[in-house]
């Protein structure tokens, strides 16, 4: 069985290190209780991380925009995503310039050269300049340009990555642009590079999950492995947390885990999922590998799974103080229901077999916060281990982020 590429990477401890950037895990507070189902809080940071212009905001994915038209941003109704004919992919505000109405309401991908608003049929470009409206005229020449020009739809700066796209904060595109390098060599060194391509995949199914929780208690479970052992039979029997890597950049972090040696006997679904690949290497003559997850985390609101064989799009999206949406996007090969018939569906019941854990473990951290809110308790949460593989490193990693973000 090929052994993934392990680049000699010192043990995370308290710190680490790569050139250009330093974090350093022992120096970081947590998020206090306070901060948890607090609406002022929470106006702060829909303005701070949820805005698309205000920092780094996940949109959507080639695979969302398969053609060029425009669709709803995936998991924020205030952006369309549009694609052009030269193929340059934007991101204009979904919002007539006449009324203020939404210019569509549905997420499907629309194959229209431009976009019309339902009400009054003023229509736009792709690039959000103004075409017309129904029965008005705007003037002619420079004035008539200028009025046009002012009634274009609103814009943002687009980032594109591996077919993510991203809106972002123009003045901090370098900051960006770097940190998805990091990651692009975070794979190159393990010969995983070819993890970010998702050509030949497929979306085999789209769910939203609703919580009743702080959308922060889901970006805490995702940054921390060291649950996964005692609380997930499955997951921990298919990934080996003992072989953890972690790796870090200003907005992002991302957990390697192999291939773990009992190949997912905790767990029916999960065993039937190992032998499923097994049989899908070997009809395609290609060898097994002992790799058996990237979880990475690009803040604020994406997760980027990307299992043997199954690849996750896990979208969090706030929708109060106290609750939020995890969208998720499945990924399959598009051959493998072909090579092994049942396979996608066996691979994405035990994800859920572990999301379905995920949700008790998400909505119990919110309600022990409000119980420490309501009983005046202030405790330091999240423990990180200052030895060997650092195992809710990921968490501490949020934690530093999240302050920067509120400036605290």
């Given at each position: 069985?090929?052994?993934?590429?392990?680049?000699?990477?010192?043990?995370?401890?308290?710190?680490?290190?790569?050139?250009?950037?330093?974090?350093?895990?022992?120096?970081?507070?947590?998020?206090p209780?306070?901060?948890?189902?607090?609406?002022?809080?929470?106006?702060?940071?829909?303005?701070?991380?949820?805005?698309?212009?205000?920092g780094?905001?996940?949109?959507?994915?080639?695979?969302l925009?398969?053609?060029?038209g425009?669709?709803?941003?995936?998991?924020?109704?205030?952006?369309?995503?549009?694609?052009?004919?030269?193929?340059?992919?934007?991101?204009?505000?979904?919002?007539?310039?006449?009324?203020?109405?939404?210019?569509?309401?549905?997420?499907?991908?629309?194959?229209?050269?431009?976009?019309?608003?339902?009400?009054?049929?003023?229509?736009?470009?792709?690039?959000?300049?103004?075409?017309?409206?129904?029965?008005?005229?705007?003037?002619?020449?420079?004035?008539?340009a200028?009025?046009?020009?002012?009634?274009?739809?609103?814009?943002?700066?687009?980032?594109s990555?591996?077919?993510?796209?991203?809106?972002i904060?123009p003045q901090?595109?370098?900051?960006?642009?770097?940190?998805?390098?990091?990651i692009?060599?975070?794979?190159?060194?393990?010969?995983?590079?070819?993890?970010?391509?998702?050509?030949?995949?497929?979306?085999y199914?789209?769910?939203?999950?609703?919580?009743?929780?702080?959308w922060?208690?889901?970006?805490?479970?995702f940054?921390?492995?060291?649950?996964?052992?005692?609380?997930?039979?499955?997951?921990?029997?298919?990934?080996?947390?003992?072989?953890?890597?972690w790796t870090?950049?200003?907005?992002?972090?991302?957990?390697?885990?192999?291939?773990?040696?009992?190949?997912?006997?905790?767990?029916?679904?999960?065993?039937?999922?190992?032998?499923?690949?097994?049989?899908?290497?070997?009809?395609?003559?290609?060898?097994?590998?002992?790799?058996?997850?990237?979880?990475?985390?690009?803040?604020?609101?994406?997760?980027?799974?990307l299992?043997?064989?199954l690849?996750?799009?896990?979208?969090?999206?706030?929708?109060?103080?106290?609750?939020?949406?995890?969208?998720?996007?499945?990924?399959?090969?598009?051959?493998?229901?072909?090579?092994?018939?049942?396979?996608?569906?066996?691979?994405?019941?035990?994800?859920?077999?572990?999301?379905?854990?995920?949700?008790?473990?998400?909505?119990?951290?919110?309600?022990?916060?409000?119980?420490?809110?309501?009983?005046?308790?202030?405790?330091?949460?999240?423990?990180?281990?200052?030895?060997?593989?650092?195992?809710?490193?990921?968490?501490?990693?949020?934690?530093?982020?999240?302050r920067?973000?509120?400036?605290?």
């Amino acid at each position: 069985m090929p052994r993934v590429n392990r680049p000699s990477v010192a043990a995370v401890t308290s710190t680490w290190e790569r050139p250009g950037y330093r974090f350093d895990a022992e120096g970081v507070a947590s998020i206090p209780a306070s901060d948890f189902g607090d609406p002022a809080v929470y106006e702060r940071e829909r303005a701070a991380m949820f805005r698309p212009g205000t920092g780094m905001m996940y949109l959507g994915h080639d695979l969302l925009l398969p053609g060029k038209g425009h669709r709803l941003a995936d998991g924020d109704g205030r952006v369309l995503l549009t694609r052009d004919e030269d193929g340059q992919v934007r991101a204009v505000a979904n919002m007539c310039t006449h009324t203020l109405r939404p210019l569509t309401d549905t997420s499907e991908f629309v194959d229209k050269s431009c976009i019309t608003c339902p009400f009054h049929q003023w229509s736009f470009r792709r690039d959000g300049s103004l075409i017309g409206g129904r029965e008005i005229t705007f003037g002619s020449g420079d004035e008539g340009a200028a009025v046009r020009a002012s009634l274009a739809l609103p814009s943002f700066e687009v980032l594109s990555w591996q077919g993510f796209h991203f809106g972002i904060d123009p003045q901090r595109r370098a900051e960006y642009e770097l940190d998805f390098q990091r990651i692009s060599n975070d794979f190159a060194e393990r010969g995983l590079s070819d993890h970010l391509n998702f050509d030949g995949w497929t979306i085999y199914a789209s769910e939203d999950t609703h919580y009743a929780a702080d959308w922060k208690a889901f970006l805490e479970v995702f940054g921390d492995c060291y649950h996964v052992p005692p609380y997930h039979p499955g997951l921990a029997s298919f990934s080996d947390c003992d072989t953890l890597q972690w790796t870090f950049g200003p907005n992002y972090h991302v957990q390697f885990l192999d291939l773990h040696e009992t190949r997912g006997g905790g767990s029916e679904m999960y065993t039937q999922w190992v032998q499923g690949l097994e049989r899908y290497a070997e009809v395609r003559g290609e060898p097994m590998s002992d790799f058996a997850v990237a979880w990475l985390g690009i803040y604020p609101n994406i997760m980027i799974e990307l299992y043997a064989g199954l690849r996750v799009l896990s979208i969090v999206i706030p929708t109060g103080p106290d609750t939020h949406i995890n969208r998720s996007h499945y990924l399959v090969p598009t051959d493998m229901e072909s090579v092994v018939p049942g396979l996608p569906n066996v691979m994405k019941t035990a994800f859920d077999e572990t999301g379905v854990e995920d949700y008790v473990l998400i909505e119990s951290r919110h309600a022990g916060a409000m119980t420490a809110k309501s009983l005046g308790i202030d405790i330091e949460s999240y423990h990180v281990n200052l030895s060997g593989p650092a195992p809710e490193a990921g968490t501490a990693h949020f934690y530093e982020w999240y302050r920067a973000q509120l400036a605290r």
